[in-house]
């Protein structure tokens, strides 16, 4: 089936006026394709392509010991790192300096028992049964691709976060 191609009826009034009708029918080509961006730009961010929803949020098991992030964020806004083990003992987390200096650390839940720096590492250790579930909070700090590691005890997670202005 053909598409007819809408256009508008000339009128010849009495009066000398200067319709300008093509560059009308131009306006609203222009209009349907801006429409059509603002209704893509509204279903992308309520899937989550810009934080918190179903498109950024990602989960990563090993084991016993699994991490939870936001691949998509936006800077200057709280996020969430959230790992989970399974470990009744000591848990040991390694995170790269140059990763975590592309965040600002708001908070660390539960605090952990020691925190240190060793070969370009910034190393934490959580004792007892709150050593569960630890959660970093974020702010991201730089925008752009992120990409770091987290290493749980022994495993290690590779995490990539695209931080948006």
Same mark, same amino acid.
């Given at each position: 089936?053909?598409?007819?191609?809408?256009?508008?009826?000339?009128?010849?009034? $009495?009066?000398?006026?200067?319709?300008?009708?093509?560059?009308?029918?131009?306006?609203?080509?222009?209009?349907?394709?801006?429409?059509?961006?603002?209704?893509?730009?509204?279903?992308?961010?309520?899937?989550?392509?810009?934080?918190?929803?179903?498109?950024? &949020?990602?989960?990563?098991?090993?084991?016993?010991?699994?991490?939870?992030?936001?691949?998509?964020?936006?800077?200057?806004?709280?996020?969430?790192?959230?790992?989970?083990? $399974?470990?009744?003992? &000591?848990?040991?987390?390694?995170?790269?300096?140059?990763?975590?200096?592309?965040?600002?650390?708001?908070?660390?839940?539960?605090?952990?028992?020691?925190?240190?720096?060793?070969?370009? $590492?910034?190393?934490?250790?959580?004792?007892? $049964?709150?050593?569960?579930?630890?959660?970093?909070?974020?702010?991201?700090?730089?925008?752009?691709?992120?990409?770091?590691?987290? &290493?749980?005890?022994?495993?290690?997670?590779?995490?990539?976060?695209?931080?948006?202005?």
């Amino acid at each position: 089936m053909k598409r007819k191609k809408l256009t508008v009826e000339e009128i010849r009034p $009495d009066l000398d006026i200067d319709e300008h009708l093509p560059m009308q029918e131009r306006g609203w080509s222009f209009q349907r394709v801006g429409l059509y961006c603002i209704l893509i730009f509204v279903v992308t961010a309520a899937v989550g392509l810009y934080g918190n929803g179903l498109a950024s &949020k990602k989960t990563l098991r090993d084991g016993g010991a699994s991490i939870e992030f936001e691949r998509f964020f936006r800077q200057e806004a709280k996020m969430q790192l959230k790992i989970s083990t $399974d470990s009744d003992k &000591k848990v040991a987390l390694s995170f790269p300096a140059e990763y975590l200096s592309h965040f600002e650390i708001e908070a660390i839940v539960p605090d952990p028992g020691d925190s240190y720096f060793e070969g370009g $590492d910034v190393k934490y250790s959580f004792t007892g $049964d709150a050593a569960k579930t630890i959660t970093f909070y974020l702010v991201p700090q730089d925008v752009g691709n992120v990409k770091g590691s987290v &290493k749980v005890d022994e495993r290690v997670f590779t995490i990539n976060h695209l931080i948006f202005p």
